[in-house]
């Protein structure tokens, strides 16, 4: 796709932040992508252009009827200067599925990866290169056609911005301290959980300021109709290693398919370890904190890759994983992926690609 690029003048580029001020999502670079789509023209009209506000009608289908979808990776500065993507195949092909979940125009990967390199080749300046920063980039496709019929729209924008970001635990990873939630659910079978639509967020937002209120970093998620099944915890994917298994619960609809997660598992067959995708019951779970079973739990997400989980509370019982420290597997996950993103070591996954090429 050809790109029209119009390039802040240099005396109106932004200072670049401090990484010690880093707010996630608040310091955003000079550009943005825009492309928009109309039916039965396709996409068309691809720039790259000063980052700036979008313009919508009131009655945008976007702002009614939920019909958006985004995702987020990331680029990291290695050790040579260059800049590559994590992985940016399987968020084209995540935020291909997500369109179609939500009737929306599919983007061909090709044109996802091509666009994501030439926002991040303009915006270099700003990829940091400190220990444990990098650049965040979220693609996102909008519903633009005023209307208040309930229906797909026939013109949609797609949008692409990127923000510096610090390392997610500035102290090193620390274990949360998790509550189950009871009543609420965050998706349900046949709806749309597994795609990364703003719908699947503000409900979940409830539950997660008062799990806050009440000293806990996050939620976990149970299954919605029997709440007894682990599907998610907070925005990420959930692992528990009972002994010497690795469990992870299957995928089936409800939960976002992770590219973290997916990595942990590739990781976990390459170290021949024992690996089972099976649903986990929040009784098995808190059982097996008691007995000692239970030895380590993690999420897994693009933000903060591995992240231990210290402490469950269930029905007002508060339990301890383990010793209630970082676990030596998570630990392992942790180090060798991003070892692999900041190009401390050998790629062998193929995760890694350039920007330059």
């Known amino acids: 796709m050809d790109l029209r690029v119009t390039l802040l003048e240099e005396q109106a580029l932004k200072p670049i932040p401090d990484v010690a001020t ?5 310091q955003t670079t000079d550009h943005m992508v825009r492309i928009e789509y109309t039916t039965g023209q396709g996409w068309s009209d691809a720039q790259i252009v000063p980052y700036g506000p979008v313009d919508l009608d009131p009655s945008a289908l976007v702002l009614h009827y939920n019909q958006q979808i985004f995702e987020g990776l990331k680029a990291f500065r290695q050790p040579d200067g260059s800049v590559s993507l994590f992985r940016p195949d399987r968020y084209a092909n995540r935020f291909r599925r997500s369109a179609r979940r939500m009737a929306m125009p599919e983007l061909e990967p090709e044109t996802f990866i091509q ?19 990098s650049l965040y980039i979220r693609p996102t496709v909008i ?6 019929g309930v229906r797909a729209s026939e013109t949609y924008l797609f949008y692409v911005i990127a923000c510096p970001v610090g390392a997610y635990y500035k102290e090193g990873a620390r274990p949360t301290r ?8 965050r998706a349900a079978a046949g709806g ?19 799990a806050v209120e009440d000293g806990f970093s996050q939620v976990l998620w149970l299954d919605a109709k029997e709440h ?5 915890v907070g925005t990420s994917n959930i692992f528990f290693r009972f002994g010497e298994e690795l469990v992870t619960p299957p995928l089936g609809g409800t939960i976002l398919p992770g590219v973290t997660r997916d990595s942990v598992l590739e990781l976990a067959e390459r170290w021949d370890l024992k690996m089972t995708e099976r649903r986990v019951s929040i009784h098995e779970v808190m059982d097996a904190c008691t007995s000692g079973l239970l030895k380590e739990a993690f999420a897994t997400g693009t933000a903060a890759v591995v992240s231990p989980i210290g402490e469950l509370s269930y029905k007002s019982e508060c339990v301890t994983v383990d010793s209630g420290e970082p676990g030596d597997l998570s630990c392992r996950f942790y180090d060798e992926i991003t070892d692999v993103q900041y190009g401390r070591k050998d790629d062998v996954m193929g995760w890694m690609v350039p920007v330059g090429e």
């Open 22 to 26: 880093l707010e996630f999502g608040k």
């Open 115 to 133: 666009v994501v390199k030439a926002l991040v080749q303009t915006d270099e300046r700003w990829v940091p290169s400190e220990p444990g920063t």
């Open 143 to 148: 519903a633009t056609e005023p209307g208040l």
């Open 178 to 185: 998790i509550t189950v939630e009871e009543d609420s659910a």
């Open 192 to 210: 749309a959980g597994e795609a990364k639509t703003s719908g699947n967020y503000a409900p979940t937002l409830l539950a997660t300021q008062q």
């Open 228 to 232: 007894r099944y682990v599907e998610e």
